[in-house]
């Protein structure tokens, strides 16, 4: 299974406390975390009752995130989905 590691695309001599390093490497590792329960819940039958509630939630939280992310972009004058 390919994996996305974002942590991989900081140079060696990115310091440990820098931010930006920390964030990327906390993304990697609770995508890792995350993986294993994705794939349960997609394969087991016993979860089944509960997809199409779990489904709506993620989706809303996707709808919020969306949303905060345009909010902050047009706080630095970028508007999603436009070339510049």
């Not at 779990?54 to 630095?76: C, K």
């Amino acid at each position: 299974m390919a994996q996305i590691r974002p942590a991989a695309l900081l140079p060696d001599s990115a310091p440990l406390s820098d931010p930006f390093a920390l964030a990327l490497r906390k993304i990697e590792l609770e995508n890792n975390r995350l993986i294993p329960a994705q794939i349960l819940f997609l394969k087991s039958a016993n979860l089944l009752p509960f997809r199409s509630t779990v489904n709506a939630t993620v989706e809303s939280r996707h709808a919020q995130v969306r949303s905060l992310w345009d909010e902050m972009l047009s706080g630095i004058g970028v508007q999603r989905g436009l070339d510049r």
